[in-house]
């Protein structure tokens, strides 16, 4: 789970703003946990200091990544290093974001059966008139994920592959709080715990 930016958009930390009682950190660890990945892995950064006591608690694994200024790829590279140091025989790595909320351990559980029962490559989520995360990428494409440049992200592992690559309808993740009007427009939005 990537969770090391520093919000520059919002002017304040993404990570630790909170809907319904809970930060979107800690939602989002949660949703990883539930959803029964393991070993789930935090990508710290900016203010982590300030961020591991959300975690305080859950089973997961933080580490921190030290070049997060440069860019998504740094943290992805950074997160599925670790990844393997726990699971060197993992056959498959989902990437997650903790800024959609909507995204839960229910969201998760399906979108790993979809690429389980797809067989492909990796399985990308659909929403917005996007492809992006959560994702997950399987093991033979492991060594591209940690070939990542700095500033890039994930999608150029599996851009121009669409034979090898599973389409995860998801419009849950179209929820993503990156300024302080996507956070707003959540609050107001927000159908509570017991609908998401």
Not at 51 to 59: C, F, S, T
Not at 101 to 107: E, F, N, S
Not at 111 to 132: E, M, Q
């Amino acid at each position: 789970m990537l969770a090391a930016g520093g919000s520059v958009r919002m002017g304040a930390r993404k990570q630790l703003l909170a809907v319904g009682g809970r930060t979107l950190l800690r939602r989002a660890a949660e949703a990883a946990v539930g959803a029964a990945c393991d070993p789930v892995v935090v990508v710290l950064g900016c203010e982590s200091d300030r961020m591991r006591p959300e975690l305080a608690g859950l089973p997961v694994h933080t580490v921190p990544n030290p070049d997060w200024a440069s860019g998504m790829g740094s943290s992805i590279r950074t997160g599925v290093g670790r990844a393997l140091e726990l699971a060197p025989d993992a056959a498959a790595a989902a990437i997650l974001l903790c800024v959609q909320p909507l995204v839960t351990a229910d969201t998760i559980r399906r979108l790993l059966a979809h690429h389980a029962t797809a067989a492909r490559s990796a399985c990308v989520s659909a929403y917005a008139g996007t492809l992006g995360p959560p994702v997950v990428v399987a093991r033979p494409l492991f060594p591209e994920l940690l070939r990542l440049p700095n500033a890039g992200g994930a999608k150029a592992v599996w851009a121009g592959r669409p034979d090898a690559v599973a389409v995860f309808p998801c419009e849950q993740a179209a929820r993503d709080v990156d300024t302080p009007s996507d956070f707003e427009r959540l609050l107001k939005d927000w159908p509570g715990d017991e609908k998401v």
